[in-house]
């Protein structure tokens, strides 16, 4: 039994970070731009090409789910509507800014963050019960 919580815990750790980098990447970057050039850079598409991230993260999250059997109920939807809204966005191509195509593009790119957040959430509240005595 010790086994499995060990390997819960670890998952539930790895897939958390996993699926934070791309979030708050752009955040650091930004900072740090704003400290090296004086000018705040923020590449708002850096989330979704760091997807991979995102998706071995929540792999790793659902696995340490389905061990210590809670918090599925939250990271299962963010992983399954965030792959979805970024197949979707991918079939899209090139497209015009301020264009219909352009902001449904938007909507799911939003779409797509807003799900990675949760799943992150999901993560940091199944690593913080893992580690309840």
Same mark, same amino acid.
């Given at each position: 039994?010790?086994?499995?919580?060990? /390997?819960?815990?670890?998952?539930?750790?790895? %897939? @958390?970070? *996993? +699926?934070? =980098?791309?979030?708050?990447?752009?955040?650091?970057? !930004?900072?740090?731009?704003?400290?090296?050039?004086?000018?705040?850079?923020?590449?708002?598409?850096?989330?979704?090409?760091?997807?991979?991230?995102?998706?071995?993260?929540?792999?790793? /999250?659902?696995?340490?789910?389905?061990?210590? %059997? @809670?918090? *599925? +109920?939250? =990271?299962?939807?963010?992983?399954?509507?965030?792959? !979805?809204?970024?197949?979707?966005?991918?079939?899209?191509?090139?497209?015009?800014?301020?264009?219909?195509?352009?902001?449904?593009?938007?909507?799911?790119?939003?779409?797509?963050?807003?799900?990675?957040?949760?799943?992150?959430?999901? %993560?940091?509240? *199944?690593?913080?019960?893992?580690?309840?005595?």
């Amino acid at each position: 039994m010790e086994k499995k919580d060990m /390997l819960a815990k670890i998952l539930s750790i790895i %897939g @958390t970070v *996993l +699926v934070w =980098i791309p979030i708050l990447a752009p955040v650091i970057f !930004g900072i740090a731009s704003l400290a090296t050039e004086g000018t705040f850079h923020f590449d708002y598409l850096m989330p979704a090409e760091f997807g991979m991230l995102v998706f071995a993260g929540g792999a790793l /999250l659902l696995l340490g789910a389905l061990r210590a %059997g @809670t918090w *599925l +109920v939250i =990271i299962a939807p963010g992983i399954v509507i965030a792959a !979805g809204s970024i197949s979707i966005l991918n079939t899209f191509g090139d497209v015009e800014p301020g264009s219909m195509r352009w902001k449904i593009a938007m909507g799911l790119l939003i779409t797509y963050l807003l799900a990675t957040v949760v799943t992150g959430v999901g %993560g940091v509240l *199944l690593a913080m019960d893992q580690f309840k005595k």
